[in-house]
């Protein structure tokens, strides 16, 4: 008799627990997703699509390289007078479309300006009030 109380105990706790929620992670619980109805799906007419033309390129053809400039920049857009002006006078006519590839050429003339330009550029941010001059 002392034997057959905790094994009938010990059935007891494992039936609790098995009906604690294990049955869900098995898929026996609802389904959130199926729940909701669906629309069903409706097209509707459109009467200003004309069929394509012979020997026209395919709207969906384009360039991968131009459709990644589009995606990164977000294409061609129109500039405002204040910008075309500024880009005009900063000299937009004379400058020379490959200078991005030039600057990093080994053949580049380059000046060195010392370490006292490179720490003027690499200062921190600031009012300017602490600033103090120091003699090397």
Same mark, same amino acid.
């Given at each position: 008799?002392r034997k057959?109380? *905790?094994? #009938?105990?010990?059935?007891? /706790?494992?039936?609790?627990?098995? +009906?604690? $929620? $294990?049955?869900?992670? =098995?898929? !026996?619980?609802?389904?959130?997703?199926?729940?909701?109805?669906?629309?069903? =799906?409706?097209?509707? *007419?459109?009467?200003?699509?004309?069929?394509?033309?012979? $020997? #026209? *390129?395919?709207?969906?053809?384009?360039?991968?390289?131009?459709?990644? =400039?589009?995606?990164?920049?977000? !294409?061609?857009?129109?500039?405002?007078? +204040?910008?075309?002006?500024?880009?005009?006078? #900063?000299?937009?006519?004379?400058?020379?479309?490959?200078?991005?590839?030039?600057? $990093?050429? #080994?053949?580049?003339? /380059?000046?060195?300006? !010392?370490?006292?330009?490179?720490?003027? /550029?690499?200062?921190?941010? !600031?009012?300017?009030?602490?600033?103090?001059?120091?003699?090397?």
């Amino acid at each position: 008799m002392r034997k057959i109380v *905790p094994i #009938a105990a010990a059935f007891a /706790v494992a039936g609790l627990l098995a +009906s604690c $929620g $294990g049955g869900r992670r =098995l898929g !026996g619980g609802p389904n959130e997703f199926a729940v909701a109805r669906q629309a069903p =799906l409706v097209i509707p *007419p459109s009467f200003s699509l004309v069929p394509p033309q012979p $020997g #026209a *390129p395919r709207p969906q053809d384009n360039n991968p390289s131009q459709q990644a =400039l589009d995606a990164m920049f977000g !294409g061609p857009a129109a500039r405002s007078a +204040s910008e075309t002006a500024t880009l005009t006078e #900063a000299g937009r006519d004379q400058a020379d479309p490959g200078i991005r590839s030039a600057v $990093g050429d #080994a053949g580049t003339n /380059v000046v060195d300006k !010392g370490s006292t330009t490179r720490d003027i /550029v690499a200062a921190p941010e !600031g009012d300017g009030q602490s600033a103090r001059a120091t003699t090397p």
